[in-house]
């Protein structure tokens, strides 16, 4: 399987930017692709950014131009750079990774234990 160790959240004013990190390890050449997640409380989990194996990105409407989702192949990790960070992007941030199987047929998430990140003054 996988396991995922996220860093690099912490406290942020408004306008600032953060460096988030996702380091894989485990079955890394079944991951299909991998993306972060975010969840505030009272709120659902949603997706923010996802990167594919071939390096296909896709970026939640409310992050497009801000953030950036990048791979590392040689060092396994995944990162979101976070650019223009506003109070609402207050949340604990999620890295995940999806492998598509076929038999048994299905997809299979791995997830990281989560990092803080708010933004506040």
């Known amino acids: 399987q996988v396991q995922l160790v996220e860093s690099g959240g912490g406290l942020v004013q408004p306008g600032g930017s953060l460096r988030l990190s996702c380091a894989a390890s485990?079955?890394?050449?079944?991951?299909?692709?991998m993306g972060w997640y975010r969840q505030a409380p009272g709120k659902q989990r949603e997706l923010v950014a996802t990167?594919?194996?071939?390096?296909?990105?896709n970026y939640a409407d409310s992050v497009k131009g801000r953030f950036t989702i990048s791979r590392d192949n040689t060092k396994n990790t995944v990162y979101l750079q976070m650019n223009s960070l506003k109070p609402e992007d207050t949340a604990v941030y999620y890295c995940?990774?999806?492998?598509?199987?076929?038999?048994?047929?299905?997809?299979?998430?791995?997830w990281g234990q989560g990092t803080q990140v708010t933004v506040s003054l």
């Open positions: 990167i594919t194996s071939g390096g296909v990105t």
């Open positions: 995940n990774a999806r492998r598509l199987v076929a038999w048994p047929a299905g997809a299979y998430d791995s």
């Open positions: 485990g079955s890394i050449f079944s991951i299909n692709a």
